[in-house]
């Protein structure tokens, strides 16, 4: 199986810092994704404000029909969501 380095909670600075915290504040502990892509925080910074742009933002989606399609396509692609 494949490992990803991750900077850990207790160790995030700076911006990756303000990304744990968002996260915390928001969803109540940081994903497992967001920890994977830890090394990057630009490109994590960018990734989660297109996530949030995307689920959490009003758009021609009711908030419960995005969260179901996220299901089923990580399922399809046997991702856990």
Do not use: W
């Amino acid at each position: 199986m494949a490992y990803i380095a991750q900077v850990l909670e207790e160790e995030a600075e700076g911006a990756l810092a303000g990304i744990y915290g968002a996260a915390r504040t928001r969803a109540g502990g940081v994903a497992h994704i967001i920890k994977v892509m830890s090394r990057e925080p630009e490109a994590l910074e960018g990734s989660m404000t297109f996530y949030l742009k995307l689920m959490k933002s009003s758009n021609g989606l009711s908030a419960a029909r995005r969260e179901m399609l996220a299901a089923v396509v990580s399922n399809i692609n046997d991702c856990y969501y």
